[in-house]
Protein backbone atom coordinates (compact mmCIF):
# COMPACT_ATOMS: atom_id res chain seq x y z
CA UNK A 1 0.00 0.00 0.00
CA UNK A 2 1.44 3.52 -0.88
CA UNK A 3 1.69 5.45 2.75
CA UNK A 4 -1.04 7.73 3.14
CA UNK A 5 -0.55 11.14 2.40
CA UNK A 6 -3.42 13.85 3.60
CA UNK A 7 -5.83 15.28 5.71
CA UNK A 8 -8.42 14.62 7.65
CA UNK A 9 -11.20 17.15 8.94
CA UNK A 10 -12.79 15.26 11.70
CA UNK A 11 -16.07 16.66 13.69
CA UNK A 12 -15.29 15.79 16.86
CA UNK A 13 -18.22 15.01 18.58
CA UNK A 14 -18.23 15.84 22.83
CA UNK A 15 -16.99 13.36 25.07
CA UNK A 16 -13.66 12.70 23.29
CA UNK A 17 -10.54 13.85 23.47
CA UNK A 18 -8.56 14.87 20.53
CA UNK A 19 -6.06 11.72 21.30
CA UNK A 20 -9.12 9.65 21.21
CA UNK A 21 -10.03 10.94 17.45
CA UNK A 22 -5.86 10.55 16.67
CA UNK A 23 -6.28 6.86 17.99
CA UNK A 24 -9.02 5.61 16.43
CA UNK A 25 -7.64 6.75 12.76
CA UNK A 26 -4.42 5.10 13.30
CA UNK A 27 -5.95 2.18 14.41
CA UNK A 28 -7.89 1.71 11.13
CA UNK A 29 -4.50 2.70 9.39
CA UNK A 30 -3.15 -0.24 11.11
CA UNK A 31 -5.29 -2.77 10.10
CA UNK A 32 -5.05 -2.03 6.50
CA UNK A 33 -1.23 -2.22 6.57
CA UNK A 34 -1.36 -5.18 8.61
CA UNK A 35 -3.33 -7.15 5.75
CA UNK A 36 -0.71 -5.99 2.91
CA UNK A 37 2.14 -5.92 5.43
CA UNK A 38 2.93 -2.75 5.02
CA UNK A 39 3.84 -0.30 7.59
CA UNK A 40 0.82 1.81 8.93
CA UNK A 41 1.10 5.77 8.35
CA UNK A 42 1.50 7.98 11.42
CA UNK A 43 -1.32 10.79 12.32
CA UNK A 44 -1.49 13.52 14.54
CA UNK A 45 -3.62 16.16 15.36
CA UNK A 46 -3.50 20.12 14.48
CA UNK A 47 -4.84 21.52 17.83
CA UNK A 48 -6.34 19.69 20.79
CA UNK A 49 -9.72 20.22 21.60
CA UNK A 50 -11.14 19.70 24.70
CA UNK A 51 -13.44 16.66 25.73
CA UNK A 52 -16.57 19.13 26.10
CA UNK A 53 -15.70 20.97 23.14
CA UNK A 54 -16.95 19.65 19.44
CA UNK A 55 -15.96 20.72 15.89
CA UNK A 56 -13.07 20.97 13.18
CA UNK A 57 -9.97 18.55 14.64
CA UNK A 58 -7.68 18.88 11.76
CA UNK A 59 -5.90 15.25 11.42
CA UNK A 60 -2.42 14.94 9.30
CA UNK A 61 -1.37 12.03 8.05
CA UNK A 62 1.58 9.75 7.05
CA UNK A 63 4.29 12.61 5.74
CA UNK A 64 1.65 14.87 6.53
CA UNK A 65 2.35 14.83 10.23
CA UNK A 66 5.25 17.06 9.25
CA UNK A 67 2.65 20.05 8.54
CA UNK A 68 1.38 20.14 11.64
CA UNK A 69 2.73 23.38 12.46
CA UNK A 70 1.22 25.21 9.64
CA UNK A 71 -2.05 23.63 10.47
CA UNK A 72 -1.74 24.71 14.11
CA UNK A 73 -0.84 28.15 13.10
CA UNK A 74 -3.66 29.29 10.79
CA UNK A 75 -6.71 31.11 12.13
CA UNK A 76 -9.67 29.36 14.33
CA UNK A 77 -13.51 30.58 14.72
CA UNK A 78 -15.37 29.35 17.55
CA UNK A 79 -18.57 29.10 19.13
CA UNK A 80 -19.00 29.40 22.91
CA UNK A 81 -21.33 29.16 25.19
CA UNK A 82 -21.27 30.52 28.78
CA UNK A 83 -22.96 30.69 31.62
CA UNK A 84 -22.96 33.90 33.90
CA UNK A 85 -22.85 34.18 37.37
CA UNK A 86 -21.21 31.35 38.35
CA UNK A 87 -17.00 30.33 38.64
CA UNK A 88 -15.49 26.92 38.85
CA UNK A 89 -11.73 26.11 38.73
CA UNK A 90 -11.62 24.70 35.00
CA UNK A 91 -13.62 27.62 34.09
CA UNK A 92 -15.89 25.22 32.60
CA UNK A 93 -18.77 22.93 33.29
CA UNK A 94 -16.16 19.84 33.40
CA UNK A 95 -15.64 20.60 37.20
CA UNK A 96 -18.50 21.56 39.42
CA UNK A 97 -19.47 25.45 39.13
CA UNK A 98 -20.22 27.63 42.07
CA UNK A 99 -22.87 29.97 42.10
CA UNK A 100 -22.00 33.76 42.45
CA UNK A 101 -24.37 35.07 45.65
CA UNK A 102 -25.82 38.64 44.61
CA UNK A 103 -24.11 38.24 41.06
CA UNK A 104 -24.79 41.22 38.67
CA UNK A 105 -27.32 40.46 35.70
CA UNK A 106 -25.23 42.61 33.16
CA UNK A 107 -27.41 43.86 29.86
CA UNK A 108 -26.87 43.26 26.14
CA UNK A 109 -25.32 46.96 26.01
CA UNK A 110 -23.30 46.06 28.83
CA UNK A 111 -21.76 43.09 27.26
CA UNK A 112 -20.80 44.49 24.15
CA UNK A 113 -19.46 47.47 25.20
CA UNK A 114 -17.07 45.38 27.40
CA UNK A 115 -15.83 43.28 24.05
CA UNK A 116 -13.22 45.80 22.35
CA UNK A 117 -11.24 45.37 25.23
CA UNK A 118 -10.49 41.80 24.24
CA UNK A 119 -10.17 41.93 20.62
CA UNK A 120 -6.82 42.66 19.40
CA UNK A 121 -3.07 41.53 20.74
CA UNK A 122 -3.85 40.64 24.37
CA UNK A 123 -2.66 39.26 27.28
CA UNK A 124 -4.37 36.41 28.76
CA UNK A 125 -3.89 34.12 31.68
CA UNK A 126 -4.25 30.41 30.24
CA UNK A 127 -6.57 28.38 32.84
CA UNK A 128 -4.68 26.36 35.67
CA UNK A 129 -6.93 23.06 34.19
CA UNK A 130 -4.93 23.32 30.76
CA UNK A 131 -2.56 21.27 29.36
CA UNK A 132 0.36 23.75 29.23
CA UNK A 133 3.60 22.68 30.84
CA UNK A 134 4.93 24.09 34.10
CA UNK A 135 8.20 22.45 35.11
CA UNK A 136 7.79 19.58 33.07
CA UNK A 137 4.48 19.15 34.37
CA UNK A 138 1.30 19.69 32.83
CA UNK A 139 -0.68 22.57 34.37
CA UNK A 140 -3.70 20.54 34.86
CA UNK A 141 -1.81 17.66 36.77
CA UNK A 142 -0.72 20.23 38.89
CA UNK A 143 -4.20 21.76 39.59
CA UNK A 144 -5.56 18.02 39.90
CA UNK A 145 -3.16 16.77 42.34
CA UNK A 146 -4.40 19.83 44.90
CA UNK A 147 -1.05 22.02 43.91
CA UNK A 148 -1.79 25.71 42.45
CA UNK A 149 -0.02 26.56 39.50
CA UNK A 150 1.67 29.77 38.47
CA UNK A 151 0.36 30.78 35.20
CA UNK A 152 1.69 33.36 33.51
CA UNK A 153 -0.01 35.48 31.06
CA UNK A 154 1.01 35.42 27.40
CA UNK A 155 -0.27 36.95 24.67
CA UNK A 156 -3.07 35.89 22.02
CA UNK A 157 -4.62 37.45 18.85
CA UNK A 158 -8.14 38.05 18.55
CA UNK A 159 -9.68 39.04 15.88
CA UNK A 160 -13.25 39.64 16.09
CA UNK A 161 -15.93 38.37 18.99
CA UNK A 162 -19.79 39.45 18.26
CA UNK A 163 -22.46 38.13 20.54
CA UNK A 164 -25.18 35.55 19.09
CA UNK A 165 -27.24 35.09 21.63
CA UNK A 166 -27.83 36.06 25.37
CA UNK A 167 -30.53 35.29 27.64
CA UNK A 168 -28.98 35.14 31.29
CA UNK A 169 -27.25 33.55 32.43
CA UNK A 170 -26.63 32.13 29.19
CA UNK A 171 -24.45 34.28 26.33
CA UNK A 172 -22.91 32.60 23.31
CA UNK A 173 -20.20 34.18 21.25
CA UNK A 174 -18.75 33.90 17.84
CA UNK A 175 -14.91 34.30 18.34
CA UNK A 176 -12.35 34.55 15.78
CA UNK A 177 -8.67 34.29 17.27
CA UNK A 178 -5.31 33.08 16.40
CA UNK A 179 -3.68 30.29 18.24
CA UNK A 180 -3.25 29.36 21.60
CA UNK A 181 -6.27 31.19 22.43
CA UNK A 182 -8.16 29.88 25.78
CA UNK A 183 -12.15 30.40 24.59
CA UNK A 184 -12.87 29.77 28.22
CA UNK A 185 -10.85 32.39 29.55
CA UNK A 186 -12.40 35.13 27.21
CA UNK A 187 -15.88 34.23 28.95
CA UNK A 188 -13.80 34.26 32.33
CA UNK A 189 -12.23 37.44 31.81
CA UNK A 190 -15.12 39.37 30.28
CA UNK A 191 -17.43 38.33 33.11
CA UNK A 192 -15.21 39.56 35.33
CA UNK A 193 -14.95 42.83 33.84
CA UNK A 194 -18.07 42.94 34.54
CA UNK A 195 -18.44 42.24 38.52
CA UNK A 196 -19.42 38.12 37.51
CA UNK A 197 -18.01 35.14 36.89
CA UNK A 198 -18.54 32.47 33.81
CA UNK A 199 -17.98 29.10 33.43
CA UNK A 200 -18.31 27.82 29.52
CA UNK A 201 -21.06 25.47 28.79
CA UNK A 202 -20.17 24.17 25.33
CA UNK A 203 -17.74 24.95 22.59
CA UNK A 204 -18.00 24.25 19.04
CA UNK A 205 -14.82 25.36 16.70
CA UNK A 206 -16.62 26.09 13.47
CA UNK A 207 -13.38 26.52 11.30
CA UNK A 208 -9.41 25.95 11.06
CA UNK A 209 -7.93 27.96 8.53
CA UNK A 210 -9.78 27.05 5.40
CA UNK A 211 -11.23 23.62 7.31
CA UNK A 212 -15.13 24.14 7.95
CA UNK A 213 -17.39 22.10 10.47
CA UNK A 214 -20.11 21.79 7.38
CA UNK A 215 -17.39 19.68 5.41
CA UNK A 216 -16.36 18.02 8.27
CA UNK A 217 -17.00 14.11 8.36
CA UNK A 218 -18.18 12.41 11.35
CA UNK A 219 -16.59 9.57 13.78
CA UNK A 220 -19.20 7.22 12.11
CA UNK A 221 -18.39 8.06 8.67
CA UNK A 222 -14.76 6.80 9.01
CA UNK A 223 -13.66 3.17 8.80
CA UNK A 224 -11.21 0.95 6.44
CA UNK A 225 -13.44 1.53 4.04
CA UNK A 226 -13.47 5.08 4.13
CA UNK A 227 -10.67 6.16 5.78
CA UNK A 228 -7.82 6.78 2.61
CA UNK A 229 -10.61 7.74 0.31
CA UNK A 230 -11.27 10.65 2.59
CA UNK A 231 -7.71 12.08 3.17
CA UNK A 232 -7.74 15.70 1.30
CA UNK A 233 -4.41 17.50 -0.53
CA UNK A 234 -1.46 17.77 2.11
CA UNK A 235 -1.26 21.48 0.01
CA UNK A 236 -4.22 22.55 1.91
CA UNK A 237 -2.03 22.84 4.66
CA UNK A 238 0.33 25.59 3.69
CA UNK A 239 -2.30 27.92 1.41
CA UNK A 240 -0.71 30.64 3.37
CA UNK A 241 2.49 30.23 2.00
CA UNK A 242 3.73 31.71 -1.78
CA UNK A 243 3.33 28.71 -4.10
CA UNK A 244 5.66 27.64 -6.92
CA UNK A 245 5.20 24.96 -9.73
CA UNK A 246 7.76 22.44 -10.41
CA UNK A 247 8.72 20.36 -13.67
CA UNK A 248 9.24 16.40 -13.65
CA UNK A 249 12.87 16.84 -13.98
CA UNK A 250 12.44 19.42 -10.87
CA UNK A 251 10.50 16.98 -8.55
CA UNK A 252 13.26 14.74 -8.99
CA UNK A 253 15.83 17.35 -8.12
CA UNK A 254 13.87 17.99 -4.87
CA UNK A 255 13.75 14.36 -4.14
CA UNK A 256 17.38 13.94 -4.16
CA UNK A 257 17.71 17.05 -1.67
CA UNK A 258 18.72 19.54 -4.06
CA UNK A 259 18.59 23.41 -4.82
CA UNK A 260 16.29 24.86 -6.53
CA UNK A 261 17.38 27.74 -9.38
CA UNK A 262 14.58 30.21 -8.84
CA UNK A 263 16.16 34.08 -9.13
CA UNK A 264 12.33 35.13 -10.29
CA UNK A 265 10.63 32.99 -7.14
CA UNK A 266 7.55 35.12 -5.26
CA UNK A 267 9.17 36.34 -1.80
CA UNK A 268 8.73 35.04 1.53
CA UNK A 269 10.49 33.36 4.15
CA UNK A 270 9.14 29.84 3.11
CA UNK A 271 7.45 28.80 -0.06
CA UNK A 272 5.52 25.83 -1.06
CA UNK A 273 6.58 23.65 -3.73
CA UNK A 274 3.88 21.96 -6.55
CA UNK A 275 3.64 19.57 -9.29
CA UNK A 276 1.95 20.13 -12.14
CA UNK A 277 -0.91 17.90 -11.30
CA UNK A 278 -1.38 19.96 -7.64
CA UNK A 279 0.49 17.77 -5.56
CA UNK A 280 2.84 19.24 -2.83
CA UNK A 281 6.62 18.44 -3.82
CA UNK A 282 8.32 20.11 -1.13
CA UNK A 283 8.84 23.30 1.26
CA UNK A 284 11.72 25.55 0.72
CA UNK A 285 13.66 27.98 2.05
CA UNK A 286 15.13 31.03 0.34
CA UNK A 287 18.96 31.38 0.05
CA UNK A 288 21.39 33.58 -1.39
CA UNK A 289 21.85 34.43 -4.98
CA UNK A 290 18.05 33.14 -6.08
CA UNK A 291 18.16 29.70 -5.01
CA UNK A 292 15.66 27.69 -2.80
CA UNK A 293 16.50 24.96 -0.60
CA UNK A 294 14.56 21.82 0.31
CA UNK A 295 13.41 21.66 4.04
CA UNK A 296 10.56 18.83 3.57
CA UNK A 297 10.23 16.89 0.81
CA UNK A 298 7.19 14.60 0.13
CA UNK A 299 7.51 11.87 -1.89
Known amino acids: MVTPFGLLNVNKPAGKTSRDVVNRVQWLL????????????????????????????????????RLLEHVQRQPKRYRGAFLLGRTSPSDDTELPATELPDAPVPTLAQIE????????????????????????????????????????????SIYGIEVVSYTYPELVLDIRCGS????????????????SGAVMSALERTESGGFRV???????????????????????????????????????????????????????????????????IALLKPRKNGRLQPTHVFK
Do not use: W
Open 180 to 195: GTYVRAIGRDLAQSLE
Open 214 to 280: EDAVSMDAIDEATVVDLLLPAGLAVTDLPRIEVGYNEVGELHNGRFLDRPKAPPGDELAAFDVSGRL
Open 30 to 65: KQIASADGSKAAKVGHAGTLDPIATGVLVLCVGPAT
Open 113 to 156: AALPAFVGDIEQVPPAYSAIKIGGEKAYDLARAGKAPEMKAREV
